[in-house]
């Protein structure tokens, strides 16, 4: 008998186990350009209890496993390297409680983020992290997934309150809890969030919400570089205006998306800004001071949308300007780059993105959530074409380069995968050290998402 012979005597359902083509396939690579494997077989557990018994029987045999939720990630980190169980959370997407007193949900790690907001609209509440992609909760809290709102609410480890975590021998452990802050010993709930699968997995998430403010306004804004509009972005940041999103797109973008949205916006490097307050006189004045930045570094077009249908047109541009990159490019798959510098540094680290792309003479557009200092280049390339990706590889190496030289980081949200790993132990120097070493506590056979998060260890 084999063992996922074995494995179906685990899960009582044999409609929630498959070794179908299609649906290994479909679990075989996620939105990167990373090259695709296989699991052996995909595993739809209901409970924790399932996963428990699941991380039992592959502990016991040496069986890697993988945790997947939408498989919207673009480093690779739902891959399974070595083939093994993939466990889909699609099953696991109930809302276990709303305390909207408390301003807490508890939620199950399947459930994506638009669906908790459609539950919470009508309590007058909001799950602000908002990376783009209707990504699952439990795979945001594994990359510390953040996106157009962190600028103002945080990302996700700001948003984590409490974890029910299945280790990889099986058993489940409850770190932190309901309350807004705690003194209680090790502050284990944040080691997990952006584990990346490699520690645990995560089975209920305890989660912070907030009110809906009552008036919200969006406004953009034109420049003639990158440069002048990060110029821009850090003095309004500076000047204390409450700004809840601050995007950027460059020239590249806006045609992308103009060319497979439909929208008309000037093709000019722009500045996206959205202002709540529950005093619509506080967002006049941010966006009043705003306006006088934007006018300070040469911008032009300002333009101000109070209209909900006009904001969501808009941010669903910002949305979806990674897809309009990739096909307006002609691209098969998209290469992102990540890197975060400190708001100083952010005008020039931007010029230093398209001199980068410019010099490599590989199209591709610069973009990012300026406001917390976060900028992406996004390349549409073709995997199969070695020259594509040894540009690719030679841009992000430059930008990730810079970012350091300058106090950066070289992923600010989309996390290590199996993409910067080289990148990880560099950057941490001694401490990569430390990162195994809690891995070998808490995973000691190796058998949780391997492959992925931690440094390449020295021969």
Known sequence: MSWIDELKRVIDDADRISTGSSVCDLHAQDFSYH??????????PINKDEVSSIMR????????????????????????????????????????????????????????????NRVLGPYGLFFPVDPGADASLGGMAATNAAGTEALRYGAMRQQVLGLEVVLADGRVIRVGGATMKSSAGYQLAGLFVGSEGTLGIFTELTLKVYAIPQYTAAARATFADVESAGQAATSIIAQGATVTRLELMDEETIRAVNQVEGTNFPVRVTLFFEFASNHRSAVVDDLTLSAE??????????????????????????HRAALAILTASGGKRPFTTDTAVPLSELAGALRHARETLNAQEIPGAVL??????????????????????????????????????????????????????????EERGAAGAVLWQIKNALDPDHILNPGKTLPIQEE
């Open 293 to 318: 930045g934007v006018t300070e570094y040469g911008g032009k077009d300002w333009t101000v949308e109070w209209d909900s249908d006009a904001r969501r047109q808009l941010w669903h541009a910002r």
């Open 57 to 116: 029987f592959a502990l016991d045999r040496g069986i890697s496993v993988v945790a997947y939720g939408q498989g919207t990630g673009v480093e690779g980190h739902i891959i399974p390297l070595q083939g093994g169980i993939t466990m889909d959370f699609a099953q696991m997407s109930r809302i276990v409680a709303i305390r909207p007193n408390d301003f807490v949900v508890q939620v199950e790690p399947g459930i994506t983020r638009t669906a908790l």
């Open 368 to 425: 990012g959530h300026v406001g917390d200092g976060n900028y992406h280049v996004v390349i549409g390339l073709d995997p199969e074409r070695p020259e594509h990706m040894q540009k690719a590889h030679a841009v992000n190496d430059a930008i990730v380069r810079y970012a350091w030289a300058h106090g950066g980081t070289c992923t600010g949200e989309h996390g290590i995968g199996m993409g910067k790993t080289r990148y990880l132990g």
């Open 35 to 44: 090259p695709p494997h296989r699991p052996d077989v995909v595993v739809f």
